[in-house]
């Protein structure tokens, strides 16, 4: 990694920037020991705390459960039931044979109680039980590939969120020496104006050319502790945790080649998941249409009846029952488009995501070798901005070079040193992104 000197410190400059670069040393040090959390060990963190991860997990419990309701349809169902009854009266029979007169015989008790014990399993169906137990396996797959997307989701999260810290690390780094080498000339500004060497506008241009670095130093270090915030919030951490993590950018980063050619993206989990929704809507309207075809069922049980008027309280049954809705306003037949129809949708909608798959693919690829080819350009540009700086304040103290020489050189340094850190930080960012866009983050 280029390194971002600050040249030509008098001996006060050295005294406030020595403690800072001892706390980085020591912070390298630190990193250097094997101590700072790496993105692998972010993503398991992240991934073992992440509420969304969380309800996907639901999600596949309660398709699972779907599946067994599904399944246990198919079944015997077995039942008990009990029933207590009192009538007025006892019912009875009014039998009138001529000549004899007219007699009531009852039949039944005006108190009874029934027990009944049965199965029931279903015979044929028309294919409903058997389509409505396929939509809910397809259920279920689609609910496993939402857990893979999901888990892809926060891993990139995470990933933009940790480059997200290294990169205002640097830029805070970047600005801390801006305010070190303006802090310095402004020494050197003043040092000339007392001895009637140069105009009091250099130092008042001086001036505020170093409250301006403040400010930028203050806002870099804001925008630090937000990334910070935001990457303990992924992981699960108190927003105020320090955090030091591995620097991801490596030369093996960001010369790395494409995980896969573009325009050919792997499967991913969207897709996957998408095409096994389509099935289950496909087999449910499948399953809606077989529901207006005839439903033959298998009965068996045994009655228990408290009447003292039976010869046998206790019965056997055994019988089979067909169903047949001949005509029942088209319900079954409309409800079971819509579910096709619907399945078409999202067919329709799985090829235009191939269509965006392909271009994210194709996207990142792209920003990827951009990234890397910026890489050796801005570090080259740091290099000649220092020795930008430094020979303008060579000249500025040589007294042959002017004030805003000086500015403009520090200016161009600080700016030369951002693209550098962008581009390194956008390349590492751009392979995370491209696994992502091929389903292998």
């Known amino acids: 990694m280029v ?11 050295r005294a406030t920037w020595i403690p800072r670069m001892f706390m980085l040393l020591s912070l390298t040090a630190f990193t250097v020991g094997g101590n700072a959390e790496t993105l692998e060990q972010a993503f398991d963190t992240a991934l073992q705390q992440d509420a969304r991860l969380s309800a996907s997990h639901h999600q596949v419990a309660a398709a699972e459960f779907g599946l067994a309701a599904a399944q246990g349809q198919a079944k015997p169902q077995m039942s008990v039931e009990a029933l207590y009854n009192r009538f007025s009266d006892e019912p009875s029979f009014r039998v009138h044979i001529s000549p004899l007169p007219a007699t009531v015989l009852p039949f039944a008790q005006a108190e009874s109680t029934l027990l009944h014990a049965g199965v029931t ?11 409505a137990a396929k939509a809910a396996d397809a259920q279920l797959s689609a609910a496993h590939t939402d857990v893979e997307r999901t888990r892809q989701d926060i891993k990139l999260s995470v990933a933009e969120a940790y480059v997200g810290v290294l990169r205002a690390q640097r830029l805070l780094e970047l600005a801390d020496s801006g305010v070190v080498t303006l802090t310095a000339h402004l020494r050197d500004v003043n040092a000339f104006l007392e001895h009637g060497l140069v105009a009091r ?14 400010q930028d130093q203050m806002r870099a270090a804001t925008a630090l ?20 993590i591995d620097d ?30 389509a099935d289950a809507l496909m087999f449910q309207s499948a399953a809606t249409r077989a529901a207006g075809l005839p439903q033959v069922v298998l009965n068996a049980g045994y009655n228990q009846l408290q009447n003292r008027y039976l010869d046998k309280e206790q019965l056997w049954n055994l019988g089979v029952g067909v ?9 079954h037949r ?23 798959i392909a271009f994210q693919v194709l996207a990142a690829d792209l920003m990827r070798q951009e990234s890397a080819s910026r890489i050796p350009v801005a570090a080259t540009a740091v290099e000649q901005a220092q020795e930008n700086l430094r020979v303008s304040r060579d000249r500025y103290q040589s007294g042959v070079g002017s004030h805003t020489e000086v500015l403009d050189a520090e200016t161009l340094r600080i700016k030369s040193g951002s693209n550098y850190f962008n581009a390194l930080y956008d390349n590492v960012l751009a392979v995370q992104r491209l696994k992502r866009a091929n389903g292998e983050l």
């Open 3 to 13: 390194s971002l000197n600050v040249p030509y410190l008098n001996h006060r400059s």
């Open 121 to 131: 399993l279903p015979l044929y169906t028309g294919g409903r039980l058997t389509n």
């Open 201 to 214: 506008s250099d130092a008042l241009a001086a001036r505020t050319a170093e409250a301006s670095a403040r």
């Open 225 to 244: 502790e937000i990334a910070q915030a935001h990457y303990n919030r992924l992981l699960g951490r108190p927003m105020t945790t320090p955090v030091v």
């Open 248 to 277: 991801l950018a490596q030369p093996a980063v960001h010369t790395a080649s494409a995980p896969q050619a573009p325009g050919t993206p792997a499967p991913r989990a969207e897709l996957v998941g998408l095409a096994h929704q």
């Open 323 to 331: 169903r047949w809705e001949l005509f029942d306003g088209n319900v």
């Open 334 to 356: 409309r409800q079971a488009d819509a579910l096709a129809a619907r399945a078409a949708a999202v067919s329709a909608l799985r090829s235009d995501l191939e269509s965006q």
